[in-house]
């Protein structure tokens, strides 16, 4: 009976190990994420489809006990080496917490390399750290764009800058963005306060208490209110 009963126990662990593995298979090739781990030595543990595919290998079997950062992670974006002591990823078991970066680069079979945003975390077992798992995406659509919102930025920054009236730029929320020279001219009294973010009230308010706009509070009151009135209309 005793028997039967281990029989059973070891049974039933051997279903709730296997199932563990079907879900874990599962939710690593169903995801668009790649992700990989690594032992306490670098060397990958696992890996998933879309991690192969992104890095360009035709199978697992490729990155399977290859020290990963002398595989994809072993250069920076200028070109400079990466030693495998600094990578931050690595970071995630050395020192027992996660990583977050997105300004490096990883570096595909065919030797071309693509910006890259990637989490690192530690995987503990029996509260012993045992080595890491990696999440990455593939950002150069997101870079591109940040790029040419960058460059339209500028280019409009100097379209303002050419306005000889004064001009200034407040959001949806009155708050300021920024304003071009000849505004700064015809506004002296702002001298060197920080305007970025600032409201439009809080703006006026600011220049009130140093002693622009009246002389009594209920002047400055009434001057602020003024200049807020005419701003909204």
């Known amino acids: ?121 530690p995987i503990f077992r029996n509260n012993k750290t045992i080595g890491s798992v990696v999440a990455f995406l593939d950002i150069t659509e997101r870079k591109q764009v940040e790029e040419e919102l960058h460059e339209t930025r500028a280019q409009l920054d100097i379209a303002i800058e050419s306005i000889a009236d004064g001009f200034a730029l407040f959001d949806g929320e009155d708050r300021f963005v920024f304003a071009n020279s000849a505004y700064r001219e015809s506004h002296k009294e702002l001298g060197d306060t920080e305007l970025p973010g600032m409201k439009f009230e809080e703006i006026v308010r600011h220049l009130a208490s140093k002693g622009f706009y009246g002389n009594t509070p209920q002047e400055k009151e009434e001057f602020i209110e003024k200049r807020l009135d005419s701003f909204r209309s």
Do not use: M
Request: aromatic share 12%; proline share 4%; with cysteine.
């Open 1 to 121: 009976i005793l028997g039967t009963f281990y029989v059973h126990q070891r049974r039933r662990s051997e279903k709730r190990l296997k199932e563990g593995e079907e879900f874990k298979h599962n939710l690593l090739t169903s995801t668009a994420e790649a992700i990989y781990g690594l032992d306490l030595d670098g060397n990958c543990t696992f890996c998933n489809p879309a991690c192969l595919k992104i890095l360009g290998f035709e199978s697992e079997e490729e990155l399977l006990g290859q020290h990963i950062h002398n595989l994809i992670h072993h250069t920076r974006p200028n070109g400079e080496p990466y030693p495998a002591n600094e990578c931050l990823i690595y970071k995630a078991f050395q020192d027992e917490k996660g990583s977050h970066v997105d300004n490096e680069v990883l570096w595909r079979k065919d030797g071309t390399s693509f910006p890259v945003e990637y989490w690192s975390y």
